[in-house]
């Protein structure tokens, strides 16, 4: 039949004004044709019902911000030593030393969390010399959060780095740059040079396991319908997802920001009609956008701030690399082309001289919206960098999840001054700013944090990593954190008016859970599950 009827004696619309007695969905041609009270289910004839019974349904999650490829090839390739799975440095070496053979290509590659050396129980890194007790016969790497890698003395000399390397004066997530100790010796540690770094690939079949298995796994299963998916590859990202979609083997809508110079140059994200034919429906898979870093991240200490880092003698405030130049060619050529531009940019003086930038640059009527990814975490200055946001017309897209995963470390990175300056949601709510809420998985990133419910536990809590209280006044309700990880989430990526709420005429992706979110202590927040997931109305996932 044409039309399905879900009923549940709990629907969340989340459209900001919950009605008493609503008891149904109601599902035409993968548009959600109306939303019923009790009342009405009896006269709704001729529709295939599924009924629910007690448990919720609501909108499907948006996760306008992921390394979904990446952290897919990462669960399937690398070996895991993130805390607290891993607690100490010893827990770290016997795990790699158990997975040697998993070594390929001459490479064991591990990852650990952000901050790593605040997470586990040592307070450090791994050393290079204690990674060479693991094997001086294969490179041994561990990415800890994307920013940062220890190498051995193997990987490093695969790598091309000795004594007198020079990091190369380019970016792509940030300006690379090497460790020394006092004598001048290489540590082994490496900052924003995971491009640079000769990793072993995954063969095509390998990689398309890996992608389709991880979305399935750590996105669909968990509730996210539309992925904002940042590329990282074009042929085991862009075609290994169209390749899936179109095949029926993926259910989730992408929408793909080309990473630029990471992946793509910025003139072939511009002109990619040419060369990206795409056998999905538009609905599903898209490129929507670019995406560009301004900066580096916080555990590299490349994140660009207006203080000096805390930790590094008074000296180092991180890098902007993009100029001004940069920054306006960014915004103008995705303007004209009808893309969205999604800046990284973490630090402070990052977001200033971005939107400094962008405030000179003239907007495209009804363009796509211009985004800040971060903007929100780390607020020092909250008036002037609200100001800055406002003045150039950008969208702040936060991770809450960050509380979780990095919060309480900040202040020995940056200085005791960030502890209370961190993810200021409750007074940006109440100014007004549509918030998101979004993983940024990568390597190395928390264990289950593609789950929506890590991200609003950690908006409605504020607990950090070892459970300490951040800021408790800068809390929302859970009935805003679920509005920041549907609608916010829609209203980042600029499909606000397609999904993201029950509601007549938008796209039927809807999921079912277990329980009530709203009924839910939050310390149990996190062990909510996806029931189902319908995806147009389809079923897509069941658990």
């Keep these: 039949m044409a039309r399905t009827l879900l009923r549940s004696e709990h629907v969340l619309t989340l459209t900001g004004d919950e009605s008493d007695g609503l008891a149904g969905v109601l599902i035409r041609d993968g548009l959600i044709e109306a939303v019923l009270r009790g009342a009405e289910l009896d006269s709704v004839t001729d529709v295939r019902v599924v009924d629910l019974g007690a448990r919720t349904l609501m909108p499907g999650f948006v996760d306008p911000h992921a390394h979904a490829e990446v952290a897919a090839k990462a669960d399937y390739a690398m070996v895991d030593v993130r805390a607290p799975g891993c607690g100490s440095v010893a827990e770290v070496l016997d795990t790699l030393r158990a997975h040697l053979g998993d070594a390929r290509d001459g490479w064991l590659v591990a990852q650990g969390n952000l901050f790593f ?15 060479d007790t693991v094997s001086t016969d294969l490179a041994v790497a561990i990415r800890a959060g994307g920013h940062l890698s220890i190498l051995n003395s193997k990987a490093l000399e695969l790598a091309g780095i000795d004594d007198s390397y020079r990091a190369v004066d380019y970016s792509v997530t940030g300006k690379p740059s090497v460790q020394r100790d006092e004598s001048g010796r290489l540590t082994g540690i ?22 389709e298995t991880g ?75 670019v995406k560009a870093f301004a900066d580096g991240g916080y555990s ?36 004209a082309a009808g893309l969205q531009l999604a800046v990284h940019a973490n630090g402070d003086r990052a977001q200033l001289e971005v939107c400094e930038a962008l405030a ?23 008036p002037k960098l609200a100001g800055a946001w406002e003045n150039a017309d950008i969208v702040p897209v936060p991770q809450p999840v960050f509380i979780y995963n990095f919060a309480e470390f900040l202040p020995s990175y940056v200085g005791e001054y960030s502890r209370d300056r961190q993810f200021p949601l409750r007074r940006m709510l ?33 607990r950090t990593f070892h459970q300490r209280p951040l ?24 499909e606000e008016h397609t999904r993201g709420t029950l509601e007549p005429g938008k796209l039927a992706d809807v999921i079912v859970l277990d329980r009530d979110p709203l009924s839910t202590p939050v310390e149990e927040l996190t062990d909510i599950r996806v029931d189902e997931v319908f995806l147009g109305g389809e079923s897509v996932f069941r658990r």
């Design 117 to 131: 050396d605040q997470k586990l129980a040592d307070g450090r890194f791994p050393t290079r010399d204690e990674l």
């Design 190 to 211: 490496v900052t924003e040079m995971d491009k640079l770094l000769p990793f072993p690939t995954l063969s095509p079949q390998q990689a398309r396991e890996a992608v």
């Design 215 to 289: 979305i399935r796994d750590l996105f669909t299963a968990r509730g996210v319908t539309t992925i904002g998916e940042i590329s990282e590859t074009l042929d085991e990202g862009l075609r290994t997802f169209d390749d899936a979609i179109a095949g029926g083997r993926m259910s989730a809508r992408i929408h793909l920001y080309l990473w630029t110079p990471g992946t793509v140059t910025l003139e072939q994200a511009c002109d990619h009609t040419a060369w990206a034919s795409l056998r999905s429906d538009a609905q599903m898979l898209r490129i929507a956008g």
């Design 300 to 335: 590299a200490a490349r994140a660009a701030l207006t203080q000096p880092y805390a930790h590094d003698g008074g000296h180092n405030c991180g890098e902007v690399a993009l100029s001004t130049e940069q920054i306006v060619e960014l915004a103008t050529r995705t303007q």
């Design 360 to 382: 000179s640059v003239v907007r495209a009527p009804h363009g796509p919206r211009i985004r800040i990814e971060h903007a929100g975490n780390f607020v020092p200055d909250y």
């Design 430 to 462: 109440d100014d007004g700013w549509a918030i998101s809420g979004s993983s940024d998985v990568w390597v190395g990133s928390e264990i289950g944090q593609t789950n929506p419910f890590l991200s609003i536990a950690s908006a409605v809590a504020r």
């Design 471 to 494: 800021n408790a006044d800068q809390g929302v309700t859970v009935y805003e954190a679920l509005r920041m990880h549907t609608h916010g989430g829609a209203y980042a990526i600029g």
